[in-house]
Nanobody, 122 residues
Framework: QVQLVESGGGLVQPGGSLRLSCAASGSIFSIRSMNWYRQAPGKQRELVASITSADSIAYADSVKGRFTISRDNAENTVYLHMNSLKPEDTAVYYC????????????????WGQGTQVTVSS
C-alpha cells in the first residue's frame, strides 16, 4: 500500500516562511512527478508547483519567485519551501504523486496525501 504523508503546515505571519514535506512510502518503483496543490475555502484545488523525476519544474504564476519545490528521488520525498507568504496563500496544501508505479505491479496510479493546513495571518 502506498501512503503520502505531509508535514510542516501551520500558522505564520505575512512575510514569513514555511517548509512543507511529503514522503511517499510503499513498494515504489518510480514516480513521474510529485506535485503540490492547494485548496482555499470556496475555491477549486489548484496546482502550485510540480517537479518531475528529471527535475523539470513548474510553478503557478501566483507563487513564482516565492516558492521553491525540490525532490529527493531516493527517498521519494518532495519539499515546498514557501517564502514571503501572503494571506492569499492560506489553504490546505495537498501532495500528489503522479503516475506512480509500484514494484511488481502492472500499470500506475495517482496518489494524494491527507493535506496540511497553511494559514497566513497576523
Amino acid at each position: 500500500q502506498v501512503q503520502l504523508v505531509e508535514s510542516g503546515g501551520g500558522l505564520v505571519q505575512p512575510g514569513g516562511s514555511l517548509r512543507l514535506s511529503c514522503a511517499a512510502s510503499g513498494s515504489i518503483f518510480s514516480i513521474r512527478s510529485m506535485n503540490w496543490y492547494r485548496q482555499a475555502p470556496g475555491k477549486q484545488r489548484e496546482l502550485v508547483a510540480s517537479i518531475t523525476s528529471a527535475d523539470s519544474i513548474a510553478y503557478a504564476d501566483s507563487v513564482k519567485g516565492r516558492f521553491t519545490i525540490s525532490r529527493d528521488n531516493a527517498e521519494n520525498t518532495v519539499y515546498l519551501h514557501m517564502n514571503s507568504l501572503k494571506p492569499e496563500d492560506t489553504a490546505v496544501y495537498y501532495c500528489n504523486a503522479d503516475h506512480l508505479v509500484r514494484v511488481g505491479v502492472r500499470g500506475w496510479n495517482d496518489y494524494w496525501g491527507q493535506g496540511t493546513q497553511v494559514t497566513v495571518s497576523s
